[in-house]
């Protein structure tokens, strides 16, 4: 007979050092508000077919490609449209949007990012994603709930302090400001043109922006609770392995924007860094940009 195995054991959230503990909640906090009509639960997948195999029992799906980027130009729906988006998932002034999804809240953290950009501040971020819910023996549904159409308000976006785009990165990088890149360590050093697993295309050349720090995202979550590791060991990786500080202007990239944007929450949400930029152009525009200057290690 098959032996069932435990489940690793998780420091609660209040006890980990956190700059902004508030903003995440842990899978015990959303299985009691399952029920909240104040809570809205949202699943943001990098496989945007995986919510319809089963997901928490509530949750709305919000799909990466289809709902948060403008289907012509590379760019973000406009206010009207996400608006109508989180309206439409029954969202309303008073509630609580709690993230969560696959690969360790990857993309949960993306569509995070992109709401931040729209002044929304009701946001938290279920800890350990879809994983550590199915780890802990959580039921899942393939019942898509609806509801009343919410009336959320939404400003308009404002990129400034949160996004950074070519030309900044160009003079960020001259100036030789601190910037990080998230990637796997065979694209940082240009050995491959995305990361292991997937296929091996998307730019004309590997490498990485020159002073850049290769910190890979995925070293921000434990791999046994898919959770984020305590304050201690994120500042043990990022400020004494790393040298990063927590009041410097700090640019973060990926391939597209997506881990990185793991690693802005983490900096700015779990360690106090007030002035990370998210670089969502990334390595998909850097590294197909006439001239632009790479650097191998």
Not at 12 to 32: C, F, K, M, N, Q
Not at 186 to 197: C, Q
Request: proline residues 7%; charged residues 30%.
């Amino acid at each position: 007979m098959a032996q069932e195995q435990a489940v690793p054991d998780v420091m609660p959230i209040d006890r980990r050092g956190y700059a902004h503990p508030e903003v995440l909640v842990s899978t015990a906090w959303v299985a009691e508000h399952l029920s909240d009509p104040k809570v809205r639960l949202i699943e943001s997948d990098e496989d945007v077919l995986l919510y319809e195999t089963g997901h928490i029992p509530g949750a709305v799906k919000v799909d990466w490609v289809a709902d948060l980027n403008d289907p012509l130009q590379r760019d973000y729906v406009g206010r009207e449209r996400l608006q109508a988006l989180l309206r439409s998932k029954g969202v309303s002034r008073d509630t609580t949007i709690v993230l969560y999804g696959d690969k360790n809240n990857w993309w949960a953290t993306y569509t995070f990012w992109v709401l931040r950009l729209f002044g929304l501040e009701n946001l938290r971020l279920m800890d350990g994603g879809r994983l550590r819910w199915i780890q802990e023996g959580r039921p899942l549904t393939t019942d898509a709930p609806t509801y009343p159409p919410g009336d959320i308000t939404v400003g308009e976006r404002n990129d400034a302090g949160l996004r950074a785009f070519r030309e900044e990165v160009l003079a960020h990088m001259r100036a030789g400001r601190p910037m990080v890149d998230v990637r796997s360590p065979e694209e940082y050093r240009g050995e491959r043109l995305h990361m292991p697993d997937y296929p091996n295309e998307g730019t004309l050349r590997g490498g990485h922006i020159p002073g850049a720090r290769s910190i890979p995202w995925g070293r921000a979550v434990s791999p046994e609770t898919h959770t984020f590791r305590p304050a201690s060991e994120l500042r043990t990786i990022y400020e004494q392995e790393n040298g990063l500080k927590r009041d410097a202007d700090t640019v973060v990239y990926c391939r597209i924007g997506e881990r990185s944007s793991h690693t802005w929450f983490a900096l700015t949400y779990l360690l106090g860094f007030d002035r990370v930029r998210n670089y969502d152009g990334s390595w998909t525009e850097w590294g197909n940009a006439v001239r632009a200057p790479i650097e191998k290690p």
